[in-house]
């Protein structure tokens, strides 16, 4: 790993253990570690946080072809009753619902859903209209740039979202 990289892991790695709940929950977890370079896997399960939010890090690293960016790779489970209040993201992020009944509230920013499909061809991307919650389940996924959003789960099992997240360097993936 050249200078500049490993610099910028090591920031990956601070923000992730000094960054604070509303920085990183989504992606991150609480106080949990990236795991970086390649498909690298955190050592331990993460636990829920007061809010039912567990997250852990799969991956993440500083691509060259995207300067001045960081990328992770994530998976996040919400518990049910559990969510994140109105938070910000200042990067691009796309998540997948892998199992569960999703809420999710676009407040700012843009949003696109792309739903699953019976025949396993996705539906057409559609764009989400701001203050309009939507309700994503397995196969779904959903786009979102420079957004503000909530996210409950709105059902009776574990939300289990699988994301990539690109950042601007040196920023949190989830802030307020």
Known sequence: MNDTVARSASSITRRAVVGGASAIAVALGLGHRLGLGGASAQD??????????AGEVLGADVPTIAQGAELAVGRTTIAPGGGLPPHSHPGAIVFAVDAGTWGYTPLEGTIRVTRAAGDGT???TEEATLGVELILTKGDALFAEASRDQMPNAGEDDVVLL???????????QTD
């Open 44 to 53: 331990a399960t993460p636990t829920p946080d007061p809010d039912g939010v």
């Open 163 to 173: 994301l990539a997240a690109l950042t601007p360097a040196g920023q949190d993936i």
């Open 122 to 124: 996705p539906t057409v």
